[in-house]
């Protein structure tokens, strides 16, 4: 029983600190790592979520989502904090677990990017827009479909091509909880 409470701890502690970075790592891409076009802005914070999703499961990429939009609100601000859009970041990362933590195939990565963007892109994102500058949610709405599907795309070809890559490490991960 001891050995088992030992194992159990480390695994915990690998969980923490593997999450500390997935957090830092999505500041960072969000923050400083975001492409900016007429039409709209790419971040790859994503690809953090995406990770912790694979490796940890959705309540942990939903903490990851969460967490690192509140640090990087408070510590980077590029505007008031608005708790609806952490709340969005807290549901991408609950998606994309959902989707992806059991088994990562080109269908479930579709499915995990279309499912946020159509509920957290349009829908909440739009709606927290709606409220913080008391526009139309309809006339918001239509303008960011044409930035939900290009950063869709952007994602499932990203994730796509990086999807070997998270799942050796989750591999790696674990072995190492071994």
Known sequence: MNKERKLERRNNVNQLVIMGALIAMDVILRRFLSINTPITRIGFAFVAEAIAAIILGPLQAAAVGGIADFIGAIVFPSGPFFPGFT??????GLIYGLFLHKKVTIVRIVCAVT?????CSLGMNTLWLSIMT???YAA????RLIQAVVTGIV???TIILLQGSFVLIKRQVQMAER
């Open 140 to 143: 918001l709405l239509s303008t």
């Open 155 to 157: 994602q499932i070809a």
């Open 87 to 92: 709340l969005t970041a807290v549901a991408i």
């Open 134 to 136: 008391g526009s139309s």
């Open 115 to 119: 499912t946020a963007q159509i509920l």
